[in-house]
């Protein structure tokens, strides 16, 4: 009886769950609700327990909470029979989701009127709601569209033909807001192809009074639009229509959809899978192609001819009569397993169905339903095969050569393992369906299981390399190290979760590698601590994993080279031949030796050449493979160069010997013997191969001979510091010529002090002597000339000066007599004389005036000579105040802008000093004044001794300094910067610019006397400057 309670409560939970109902019970006593999972998962709970009423109430909408709690007291309280039903939102309390819930139930009352139950249903009626809301939102959107405009509305005098319209018809039909439209617009716009349609409308509203047509309107653009005409004729008194009302609407929109409708339609059609829908009673009405050939039936089959009981077998009928059917009405929908049967092999079909009750959307009745299902043959099909792959795996994972194990839960209850994976654990299968950590304590904390933990939680793969764990094996703790792969594994509808472990005990490569790594460090540490430069490369790449401290200074890199490659370390290797030679050394396994080789390297930033001496030894792993080899270099770098200067220090020595013509000679003084070079030899005219010191002398002129062999004496004392230097005559013994030799030598001493050799050359001087002698008398004669001509020079300047006196005041007399004449001409017969006589008279007195300015400038440049005034303090400031000053008119008259800064106090003539900016000045002010914003500036600086250097015509050991005189005058034509001064030269006309030509000469002459100098900078039209360089002190 028990068995069939069970059975049949759990087909009842199962028709509940297949509604999507779930059910509640509140004890009214303990205010505590009980509900099923389904009822749970619809507040957004999903794990076990009951909760208080409170906590319900909690996750009800505020704005529904308190109508809630209302319904409930009241049917607590006996009204309307104890019943409940209130709809209602809720917020998941896990998920956060907002539903629409609808809560029925009932009060159950004892026999004193309390309540002592109060149960019920709750169901998700989001969707309901939603529609609802759906629903009221578009027609609050048709009053929307309706008020703005979306439907055009029109009225036609029947009679009269004119037309009221809104501003929407207008752009409905035509796309524009155009007015004055008459009823000819739906013939003038209407489509071709549609004016059938319309004219068959209007015909039929005769008979009706109604038109309705959709038909479509092309717009000025040329777009075309569908649009539905709705009218009707209101008629007169008589019978006869007045007015021809309606609206217009743009249906393109829905147009389109029905399109879209179509296409889906057609998708259906041709879905692969069963689509069917059938009436109440069961009667097809429509199939797809992939139901029919799921059946068995031919593709033109007419479906309305069969009933859905044709479909099943006998047994499966009576299944779907009497629980498919009753579930399917009453919730709407249901979904589940069904075997339909192939009508032509009556072979059964297992499916998976959806069907669900089809209403009729203007009544709500239920009109039939529809359904789709999916062949489940095939994932039959799948799933065996899978059961036969996880009978192979389960196998696989027994008989595999590795430990493998699955673990499943977060508290790792280990499902399979197999000897391998027991025998890591230290375990037999009595911990198998046991937690991991409870079945074996002693790997809590250790790798094993945190990497078990990790992988659980980010659901990630992990691999574990390594991995000392500490296990008991036979009876002792045992160190032991394991490389793991970890694999988490989803299950299948559920959110349970596995891990995969598949591990290999590498304990003793572990051990292995420790050795291998002892063995090398004691190698690094061997060849870190070599003498020589030592590295090693590995692989063909040539990677560097060992270098010393000796490789990396001679590489002139630092420790990040380890790692590199070879190449990329020292790339200037490329084009040298080493990378070749260290390739063939790894391909043919043949040690390579070579002494003095060269290398050029990168050291400190630079390019560097040095020579080695190195080997490269190829290094051999266990099955006689060269996997990587040693480089030992020693750098002879000094020795090679060392070499290398002395080997072109004696043969630029021999060249220059050759060159200069030098004999060289050698003494030993133990022995007396000498060894003469053939020049040597040749000057002094004597064949034997080794002569001796007396054999030489006797060469020598006998008045050098008693001399040179005392000089030899004296530079053979060490105190005398073996220095020799003679020169003397050597007699040819063969041809009795004579030549004057200069000799010099060198003494090497012992520790001693004793002489062991004595060295030195010799230079054949008897043309230069000869030279000598006839230059120092062509010096004398020439100085002799010299004198003679700076006497005569000396009398022709004095002369000139003299001359230049004489004639200056020679002209002047006359000038002064011409310029009187004039005058008395000028204003006692001023009234007899004509315009022309006084004109001519004019130019007499300006042309005498020009000769006397003229003759006093060229005597004041004739006496412009420093030798007889003095140089003493000239303060310049005072000189530029008394010079501003005679200038002070013509600087106001012509709005100048005058500026000088401090100038120094130098050693100068003041005379000459005052004429030199006296004409700088006059000439700046001059040739400025017919400037807008004329201005003369006169600055001054101290110019380095670097500066200095730039003048070649300037003292370097005097100090100077710098004065310039600048003015935005008319400036001049850079090309004339040196000729302008020049004794006469002018680039201006007299009667523009009136002067002589000389003022600038003379200053130039000035700072000739002053040892300075004076240059001048200009451009046309825009000014000129004149640069002064002044000694500030003379030694």
């Not at 008045?703 to 060490?718: F, H, P, Y």
Request: hydrophobic share 35%; aromatic share 8%.
């Amino acid at each position: 009886m028990q068995e069939t309670s069970v059975i049949h409560n759990d087909q009842l939970q199962f028709i509940l769950n297949s509604a999507g109902l779930g059910t509640w019970d509140l004890d009214t006593l303990n205010q505590e609700v009980s509900w099923d999972e389904r009822c749970r998962a619809l507040y957004g709970i999903f794990h076990d327990g009951d909760i208080s009423y409170q906590q319900v109430m909690d996750y009800i909408h505020p704005a529904d909470a308190e109508r809630v709690n209302s319904a409930v007291l009241e049917a607590l309280s006996g009204k309307n029979g104890g019943n409940y039903e209130e709809r209602f939102r809720v917020t998941g309390v896990e998920d956060g989701k907002l539903r629409w819930l609808l809560c029925r139930g009932k009060a159950y009352f004892g026999e004193d009127g309390k309540p002592f139950r109060f149960s019920g249903t709750a169901l998700d009626v989001t969707e309901q709601e939603q529609s609802k809301e759906a629903a009221a939102m578009a027609a609050e959107q048709l009053e929307l569209a309706i008020e703005s405009g979306d439907l055009g509305t029109f009225t036609i005098n029947v009679g009269t033909g004119e037309v009221l319209y809104n501003e929407a018809f207008t752009r409905i039909l035509t796309g524009t807001h155009e007015k004055g439209l008459n009823h000819k617009i739906f013939v003038e716009h209407i489509y071709g192809d549609d004016m059938p349609m319309r004219n068959k409308a209007i015909a039929l509203s005769h008979e009706t009074g109604k038109v309705l047509y959709t038909a479509r309107f092309v717009w000025h653009d040329g777009s075309v639009h569908w649009v539905k005409v709705s009218g009707k004729y209101i008629n007169k008194g008589d019978g006869q229509p007045a007015l021809y009302s309606g609206v217009v609407q743009d249906v393109t929109g829905d147009m389109e959809v029905r399109a879209e409708q179509h296409k889906m339609l057609s998708l259906i059609d041709n879905s692969t899978e069963y689509v069917a829908i059938a009436s109440n009673d069961g009667q097809l009405t429509y199939m797809n192609n992939a139901g029919k050939t799921l059946l068995g039936m031919p593709l033109d089959t007419d479906v309305t001819k069969i009933n859905t009981r044709e479909l099943y077998t006998p047994a499966e009928l009576h299944r779907v009569n009497k629980t498919v059917l009753p579930s399917l009405n009453r919730n709407g929908y249901w979904s589940g397993k069904l075997n339909l049967r192939h009508l032509a092999t009556g072979e059964e079909i297992p499916c998976y169905s959806n069907t669900i009750v089809l209403y009729d959307p203007a009544t709500g009745a239920q009109i039939g339903r529809g359904s789709t299902l999916r062949d489940l043959r095939q994932e039959q099909v799948v799933q065996d095969a899978l059961k036969d792959i996880e009978t192979r795996f389960s196998n696989l994972v027994m008989q595999a050569p590795v430990a493998i194990g699955i673990f499943s839960g977060e508290n790792f209850i280990l499902e399979t393992a197999n000897d391998f994976m027991l025998e890591i654990l230290g375990a037999d299968r009595s911990i198998i369906d046991r937690p991991l950590l409870k079945a074996i304590p002693q790997i809590i904390g250790q790798p094993f299981a945190e990497l078990l933990d990790e992988t659980y939680h980010s659901n990630k793969p992990k691999n574990g390399y390594e991995l000392e764990s500490l296990l008991y094996r036979n009876r002792r703790l045992d160190h032991c190290y394991f490389n793991f792969v970890y694999s988490p594994v989803q299950q299948q509808g559920s959110n349970a979760k596995s891990i995969i472990v598949v591990g290999t005990e590498v304990t003793e490569l572990v051990a292995a590698q420790k050795d291998i790594k002892e063995s090398e460090q004691r190698f690094k540490s061997l060849l870190a601590d070599a003498p020589i430069a030592t590295s090693v490369y590995t692989g063909r790449g040539l990677t560097i994993t060992v270098a010393n401290d000796a490789m990396i200074r001679l590489w002139g890199k630092d420790e990040s080279v380890i790692g590199m490659h070879l190449a990329d370390a020292l790339p200037e290797l490329q084009g040298q031949p080493f990378l070749q030679i260290l390739d063939r050394v790894y391909t043919t396994g043949t040690i390579y030796h070579t002494s003095e080789q060269r290398a050029d390297l990168v050291v400190d930033g630079e390019l560097q050449t040095f020579y080695f001496n190195f080997t490269y030894k190829p290094l051999f792993d266990s099955y006689g493979k060269v996997y990587a080899i040693l480089n030992m270099a020693v750098d002879i770098t000094e020795q090679v160069m060392a070499r290398e200067a002395e080997k072109f220090t004696e043969e630029r020595l021999h060249t220059a010997i050759e060159l200069a013509e030098l004999g060289t000679w050698s003494l030993d003084p133990q022995t007396g013997t000498t060894i003469l070079s053939p020049r040597m030899k040749h000057w002094f005219g004597i064949d034997e191969d080794t002569p001796t010191l007396d054999n030489d002398l006797e060469s020598i002129h006998p008045k050098d001979r008693s001399r040179v062999l005392l000089s030899i004496e004296r530079a053979l004392e060490v105190e005398n510091q073996g220095e020799y230097d003679e020169e003397y005559t050597v007699v040819n013994r063969k041809t009795g010529e004579e030549r004057v030799l200069h000799v010099k030598g060198k003494v090497t001493f012992d520790e001693h002090g004793k002489p062991l050799n004595m060295t030195g050359k010799a230079q054949d001087v008897t043309l230069q002597l000869a030279t000598q002698r006839e230059l120092e008398k062509l010096v004398d004669r020439q100085t002799q000339e010299l004198q003679a001509a700076l006497s005569d020079l000396e009398r022709t300047n004095a002369n000139l000066e003299q001359y230049a006196y004489v004639a200056s005041h020679d002209l002047q007399e006359p000038l002064r007599k011409i310029r009187m004449f004039t005058d008395i001409l000028q204003n006692k017969s001023s009234e007899e004389l004509s315009e022309e006589s006084k004109s001519y008279l004019d130019r007499i007195s300006a042309a005498a005036g020009r000769m006397s300015t003229l003759v006093k400038e060229i005597l004041a440049f004739s006496k412009l000579r420093r030798k007889e005034e003095d140089f003493v303090e000239t303060d310049l400031n005072k000189i530029l105040t008394d010079i501003t000053g005679d200038f002070e008119v013509a600087i106001a008259e012509n709005n100048i802008d005058f500026h000088v800064d401090n100038l120094p106090v130098i050693s100068g003539i003041p005379v000459q000093m005052n004429q030199l900016f006296y004409n700088l000045v006059g000439n700046a002010i001059k040739f400025s004044r017919n400037a807008p914003d004329s201005y003369v500036h006169i600055t001054c600086k101290t110019l380095t001794p670097q500066e200095v250097q730039h003048y070649p015509q300037l003292n370097a050991s005097w100090p100077y300094c710098e004065i310039i005189v600048r003015d935005n005058g008319i400036g001049f034509d850079p090309t004339f910067a040196e000729q302008i001064f020049i004794m006469f030269r002018r680039l201006n006309t007299r009667e523009a610019y009136p002067g002589t030509g000389i003022g600038l000469a003379l200053c130039k002459k000035i700072m000739l006397n002053h040892s300075g100098d004076i240059f001048a900078h200009g451009v046309e039209g825009e000014g000129s400057s004149f640069h002064i360089l002044l000694p500030l002190a003379r030694d």
